[in-house]
């Protein structure tokens, strides 16, 4: 029901653009958050964002790099990564919850998307 797709190869310095779908249920009224799992590393939150797209939060290590946002006549969510470091190098997962909180932990998390790998060469 959710698809994340977008990763790829790119440079340190370099910009991508992820983006997450949904189908089978619309998500408009779910926050959502971005979650990252880097080689040998446990699953860790990047980013979330309320229903609205009024409110968001970031991760200490992506603020001022990367842009949460959503379009829910699309049911679509995106993460646009700029000035990316070989430590942004994991597999993404967009994932939806049910919380009317902006939530960090991914157990909190009720519905998740295959992920897609991102990789930043140095």
């Known amino acids: 029901q959710l698809q994340a797709f977008g990763g790829g190869l790119v440079q340190a310095g370099g910009s991508l653009r992820l983006s997450c779908a949904a189908s089978g249920r619309t998500f408009s009224n779910y926050n959502m958050g971005w979650f990252r799992q880097g080689p040998g590393k446990e699953r860790e939150f990047v980013t979330a964002i309320s229903w609205s797209g009024s409110s968001t939060y970031y991760t200490d290590s992506v603020k001022g790099r990367f842009t949460i946002s959503r379009n829910n006549a699309k049911n679509m969510v995106y993460l646009q990564m700029n000035s990316l470091k070989p430590e942004d190098t994991a597999v993404y997962y967009c994932?939806?919850?049910?919380?009317?909180?902006?939530?960090?932990?991914?157990?909190?998390?009720?519905?998740w998307g295959q992920g897609t790998l991102v990789t930043v060469s140095s």
């Open positions: 994932a939806a919850t049910m919380s009317v909180e902006l939530e960090k932990r991914p157990e909190l998390y009720n519905y």
